[in-house]
């Protein structure tokens, strides 16, 4: 779209000249030697419902830097309101000189959005034109408003919060224990002590409620606004005249969060100081903590460094064994693999690629998972009793090991589903895709359902996910609901596979390596992987 053309007031000294792609662009006449500093506009693009800060991140992926210089990292980018933000960027030009550029981006009606960059190539380039790029950077909201109304745009401007007598609002938050009182006129409600993170969240420690506590912040350092829960801590977008919170600095220049709520008979208001540091890590660096040392637990512990487990000289073959199953829901299909080793013992499963197996010690602390194993005729028979001589063969067959290096070329998949009383049912299906040229992906999908036709219910729920994100919906008499949400992406599930007898090392593209056992069957050409024999059908 073509940038609007207004008068622009421009500082002594500079001019204006038009850019590629309706841009544009203002400039000293004559800079000093050495100097380099440029303003720019872009035109005006869709903001594809993003808000204002994700439309300009996503605006400047694509944005080059200036002439001979190269772009030192991404940019930092955050909302100063619902219609402004505000980011930086480093760059350092091709005589290694260290700039950075300043970006404005502004929206008025919420589905349009323009940005203004600021480039400088020094630091005392941009002290010699702090006032020039600063006048013009604040002439982009003027520009975008007078726009608006000669094309009868929607505007739909964010108020800012209530002014607070004895404090000052906006600016960096600062993290910390905050503390006060929650009064109604001069009555004392309750007591607050509010914990903000240094991440983005905040906890309630007292007089926040159990729905509110923790969760993540919403801050607008222009203008103060902070939303941190409900009710009291809330910013209303309805009447933010009438229940709003912000950040500020007292008298003192004191950190402070101060919150008021209009009930029209009364008036809930509460000042809560910074008290001291944060005393305990965010909530969701806790929970994350907590599931790290629940994979810890359930991780196989009887394992050695990668390569120092089982040889494959000392391997005879990984048996696949199956067998039907009988549960409330129906039939199902249990699958397991032996691991036989040429000194005649057998272990059953397999957790870890066997060059990572702690043989003795796994010996040692699961002896029940030990037994021994012989050859009958052409079939494998085992013992899992040290002191009985009764083998018996299991339902299955050997699976071969592949040479080092081998690369395979093809699509494997496992499937599974099962049914539960009153008409509920799940489904699963993994697929395996390994390439000839090293690479490896890695796909799930699955999906549950319940009630409906068939059950005693006339509501029917049900949920179908995959690598791409999941879809639920529900159904009954005079509703319908959905819901969709989108995976993240997919550098867990791609990369680098290597092949050696019968393990397997996968380097994923988010850097993650796994070592597993890996198997092949020779007859249909199926391979045993993450715990089940997947078919190339």
């Known amino acids: 779209m073509a940038f609007a053309v207004h008068a622009q007031t421009l500082p002594p000294g500079w001019q204006s000249r038009p850019g590629a792609e309706g841009r544009l662009v203002f400039s000293p006449v004559q800079p000093g030697p050495g100097e380099f500093t440029e303003v720019t506009f872009s035109a005006r693009s869709s903001m594809n419902g993003q808000s204002v800060d994700k439309w300009l991140a996503a605006a400047l992926i694509n944005d080059t830097p200036p002439p001979g210089g190269t772009w030192q990292g991404p940019p930092s980018i955050k909302a100063d309101t619902l219609n402004t933000a505000q980011g930086t960027r480093m760059y350092r030009d091709n005589a290694g000189g260290q ?41 982009l909201p003027m520009l975008e408003k007078r726009g608006a109304n ?4 929607a505007v739909r401007v964010e108020p800012p919060p209530p002014g607070v007598k004895g404090m000052r609002a906006g600016g960096a938050i600062v993290a910390g224990r905050y503390e006060g009182d929650a ?7 309750y007591h607050v002590v509010l914990l903000v993170h240094a991440n983005g969240e905040y906890e309630f420690v007292q007089g926040g409620g159990n729905a509110s506590n923790p969760g993540t912040y919403r801050y607008q350092p222009g203008s103060g606004k902070l939303d941190v829960a409900v009710g009291l801590f809330y910013n209303s977008t309805y009447r933010p005249d009438e229940n709003f919170c912000v950040f500020g600095r007292d008298a003192n220049g004191q950190p402070v969060i101060y919150a008021e709520e209009d009930y ?35 991780r196989y512990q009887f394992v050695t460094e990668p390569g120092k487990g089982v040889p494959m000289s000392e391997i005879e073959t990984l048996y696949y064994a199956w067998s039907q199953v009988y549960t409330v829901g129906g039939m199902k299909m249990e699958e397991a693999v032996y691991l036989l080793l040429k000194d005649g013992t057998v272990r ?17 602390r699961e002896p029940l998972l030990w037994g021994r194993w012989r050859k009958q005729g052409g079939d494998y028979v085992f013992t899992w009793d040290d ?36 008409g509920a049912s799940s489904w699963s299906k993994t697929t395996l895709v390994l390439g000839k040229d090293g690479r490896f992906e890695k796909m799930r999908a699955g999906g549950a359902a319940a009630g409906g036709p068939g059950s005693s219910s006339d509501t029917m729920v049900s949920t179908v996910h995959d690598d ?48 597993q056992p890996f198997a092949i069957e020779p007859k249909n050409r199926s391979v045993w992987f993450g715990g089940s024999l997947m078919s190339s059908k």
């Open 99 to 139: 700039g950075f550029a300043i970006y404005m981006a502004v929206s008025l009606d919420q589905s349009n959005a323009r940005y203004a960059r600021w480039v400088v190539n020094s630091e005392a380039t941009g002290r010699r034109y702090t006032e020039a790029g600063k006048s013009l950077m604040a002439q």
């Open 150 to 153: 000669e094309e009868h745009r």
């Open 183 to 189: 009064m109604s006129g001069k009555t004392f409600m």
């Open 264 to 298: 029209g008979v009364s008036v809930h208001r509460a000042w809560l100081r910074r008290v001291g540091e944060v005393d305990r890590p965010p909530h969701t660096a806790v929970e994350a903590a907590r599931m790290a040392a629940d994979v810890e637990a359930a």
């Open 348 to 364: 059953d499963g397999l957790p870890v690629a066997p060059t990572e197996l702690d043989v003795a010690t796994s010996r040692r």
């Open 387 to 422: 002191k009985s001589n009764h083998f018996e063969k299991a339902q299955g067959f050997a699976l071969v090991p592949a040479a080092k290096g081998t690369r395979l070329d093809g699509r494997w998949s496992t499937s599974a589903s099962f049914g539960f009383v009153g």
């Open 468 to 515: 791409k994100g999941a879809v639920s919906s529900g159904t009954g008499p005079g509703f319908a609901v959905g819901s969709q949400r989108k995976a993240a992406d997919k550098g867990d599930r791609t990369g680098s596979y290597e092949i050696d007898g019968f393990n397997i090392t996968l380097r994923h593209d988010d850097g993650t390596v796994i070592r």
